[in-house]
């Protein structure tokens, strides 16, 4: 129990080093999330010629949730790696530095996520209590992307070519998931490939259409649900294996 | 009570990144080091450590000698927890703590008060006991108003008394150390030496590796000398060192 301490201290440390001696520190996440929103916004509102008023609440939310659930995914992948120093000298459980990964992103998020009234307000839009739905939802794909962290930053310490290839995946994620683009943009027959067979689109859903004012689907629920336990499952299995090679492979 | 058992314990570390062609045909017992081999499917291993068989109690000061890459550093990981025997079995009994590298996890950007927090966290000291223990890590520091400083603004002195002032609360039943810790000018040094002895004193088993025949005969009771992973003598420090120092 004393290791969550040391979890939220690590992790804090993290974002303050990266921004200390800067004036607003963390806050540029915020202010570097809301550029992006606002260009691409402005660009992609044009060329899809959408109102406005629908398609940026839809572009900001997607946004700021897909660089929490890639980062978190990313930086999972050398969670280890990256740690190596504490691991090779100090008997802490690993799972102490998936946590800290995760906890990390999810202060990130919390400064990225801050754009997302903001964005609202302009559009005369606002939130209603539907938006409660996202908690579970978040606590539900945290619950995911957990295993994911535990499991990537485990292989990855073996193989070192994995990140990059994790990385490239999620890129080609970015445009294959409704984040820039609208689901109703697709023709029906693509939608079933594109939506319903992407796991991330239902990590996003979860969250994202709270966010917007409506009840996610049961079938994102029940998909994001059998991930969580499923990954968890397998995951476990791996790790019990694999856990006392990660020293070595350091 | 504290207690430790290696029952034909080894290490094996596995090399990803060595061009095993360039090794094939040489020589694999070499003069420094651990032994190189290939595992069954090829990579080249690193056996660090070998058939390892010895139990330690209550009461040991053990001195790890040996020429560099004889061993030692990988057995004081393994009996830290951090490196799990490949082969055989390790018995641990006791709460284990290493003083091997002190400043590990001081952030240079953060503050010496923040450090303390920081480092003490990784050393497994909760919040509450830290507060508790702040104002002597603090005094003892002898920082004064530094410690609101960021750490990058510390000269080497200041930063290794900072680290030792912190690492120094812990008082585990077993101790593991690389050397001696000796710090600061004078002065400081006096004061470190009676923290440490009186951190030794407090523990129940103590491993210190070491180079120093006269720290060896001054604090250990039992003397393991180890090459190429192998014990290749286990007795009394007159006895070891008499040997080993020639």
């Given amino acids: ?250 | 009570m504290a207690s430790i058992q290696f029952i034909q314990a080894g290490v094996e570390i596995p090399i990803f990144n060595a061009n095993s062609r360039s090794l094939k045909n040489r020589l694999m017992q070499i003069a420094t080091g651990g032994t190189l081999l290939f595992d069954h499917s090829g990579h080249v291993v690193v056996r660090a450590l070998h058939d390892l068989s010895f139990q330690l109690a209550d009461g040991d000061r053990v001195g790890l000698v040996g020429h560099n890459g004889a061993g030692k550093s990988t057995l004081l990981r393994v009996l830290s927890g951090v490196y799990a025997p490949t082969h055989g079995q390790v018995l641990l009994q006791g709460q284990v703590a290493s003083l091997i590298d002190v400043s590990l996890g001081i952030d240079h950007e953060a503050t010496g008060r923040e450090n303390i927090f920081l480092r003490g966290a990784l050393l497994g000291l909760s919040k509450k006991q830290i507060q508790e223990n702040l104002d002597s890590i603090i005094a003892f520091s002898e920082l004064g108003d530094f410690i609101n400083m960021p750490v990058r603004t510390y000269s080497s002195g200041m930063h290794l008394r900072l680290a030792f002032s912190i690492s120094t609360v812990i008082r585990p039943e077993i101790l593991l150390m690389d050397e001696w810790l000796s710090v600061g000018d004078e002065g400081f040094k006096h004061k470190a030496e009676a923290q440490m002895a009186e951190l030794v004193e407090s523990t129940k088993i103590l491993v210190i590796a070491s180079h120093s025949r006269d720290l060896i005969m001054k604090i250990c009771n039992r003397v393991l000398w180890l090459e190429h992973g192998m014990i290749k003598m286990d007795g009394s420090p007159d006895e070891v060192c008499g040997a080993y120092f020639l």
């Fill in chain 1, 1 to 250: 129990m004393h290791y969550s301490s040391l979890v939220l201290l690590l992790a804090w440390q993290d974002i303050r080093g990266r921004y200390r001696r800067s004036a607003i520190g963390p806050f540029w996440l915020t202010i570097s999330m809301g550029v992006m929103i606002a260009s691409i916004g402005f660009v992609f509102g044009q060329i899809f010629s959408t109102p406005m008023d629908e398609y940026l609440p839809f572009l900001a939310s997607g946004i700021i949730l897909w660089a929490f659930i890639t980062g978190t995914i990313n930086e999972g992948c050398t969670g280890f790696i990256d740690a190596e120093g504490i691991i090779k000298q100090l008997p802490i459980p690993l799972f102490v530095h998936i946590l800290r990964v995760l906890w990390r992103n999810v202060l990130i998020l919390a400064h990225n996520i801050l754009m997302l009234p903001l964005v609202l307000l302009v559009m005369g839009k606002g939130l209603s209590f539907v938006a409660l739905w996202a908690i579970p939802g978040l606590l539900l794909v945290v619950l995911c992307l957990s295993w994911v962290a535990l499991l990537f930053a485990t292989l990855c310490a073996r193989y070192r070519d994995l990140p990059q290839i994790i990385a490239s995946v999620l890129q080609v994620s970015f445009y294959l998931t409704p984040i820039i683009w609208m689901p109703s943009m697709l023709p029906d027959r693509v939608g079933v490939v594109f939506l319903g067979l992407n796991p991330f689109y239902h990590l996003l859903e979860l969250i994202r259409s709270p966010l917007l004012g409506q009840v996610p689907s049961l079938t994102s629920w029940v998909v994001v649900a059998a991930i969580a336990l499923f990954g968890w499952l397998f995951t476990l299995f791996v790790f019990s294996r694999l856990h006392k090679r990660v020293a070595y492979w350091l």
